[in-house]
């Protein structure tokens, strides 16, 4: 059986942290619904599963220290979050090997950041790149 929230979680995190990349240093609310769009929550009024674990995924970004906020909007959003300064690096700099010596430097060095490899694995629609992007981010923040 394939672990289909694993994958879930894994879009989450790079939509996450591409929109905070893409807002940085600006500080801004991240609604649930601006990543994964609108999941009608149940008669009783609670939120969809799928809803829950996006959010869930932006509280645990903040508890591994990827990511800041004030505080949350019911469980629609979190406010005034931000990266720390650990994601901004992490996801800022670029990757050597991945440079292309045919573009200009400063092309070249911003194709060659974890932020646009988020980006492009995204756009991609593959979850394998994703998947893979996501954790590459994992690994380079622990070592």
Same mark, same amino acid.
């Given at each position: 059986?394939?672990?289909?929230?694993?994958?879930?979680?894994? #879009?989450?995190?790079?939509?996450?942290?591409?929109?905070?990349?893409?807002?940085?240093? #600006? &500080?801004a609310a991240? *609604?649930?619904?601006?990543?994964?769009?609108?999941?009608? &929550?149940?008669?009783?009024?609670? &939120?969809?599963?799928?809803?829950?674990?996006?959010f869930s995924?932006?509280?645990?970004?903040?508890?591994?220290?990827?990511?800041? $906020?004030?505080? /949350?909007?019911?469980?629609?959003?979190?406010?005034?979050?931000?990266?720390?300064?650990?994601?901004f690096v992490?996801?800022?700099?670029?990757? #050597?090997?991945?440079?292309? &010596?045919?573009?200009?430097?400063?092309?070249?060095?911003?194709?060659? /950041?974890?932020?646009? #490899?988020?980006?492009?694995?995204?756009?991609?629609?593959?979850?394998?790149?994703? $998947?893979? /992007?996501?954790?590459?981010?994992? *690994? /380079?923040?622990?070592?």
């Amino acid at each position: 059986m394939a672990d289909l929230h694993i994958e879930d979680f894994h #879009q989450d995190v790079a939509r996450i942290l591409v929109a905070l990349y893409n807002r940085f240093p #600006q &500080p801004a609310a991240l *609604f649930v619904s601006d990543l994964i769009g609108e999941h009608e &929550p149940d008669a009783f009024g609670v &939120p969809a599963p799928r809803h829950l674990a996006c959010f869930s995924a932006m509280l645990w970004l903040a508890d591994e220290g990827f990511l800041r $906020y004030g505080d /949350t909007i019911r469980q629609e959003a979190i406010d005034q979050a931000c990266l720390s300064e650990r994601a901004f690096v992490l996801l800022s700099r670029a990757d #050597q090997r991945e440079r292309d &010596p045919a573009l200009p430097a400063s092309i070249a060095r911003q194709r060659a /950041t974890l932020a646009q #490899q988020l980006r492009d694995a995204l756009h991609s629609g593959s979850s394998s790149a994703v $998947y893979d /992007t996501v954790q590459r981010c994992f *690994f /380079t923040s622990v070592s």
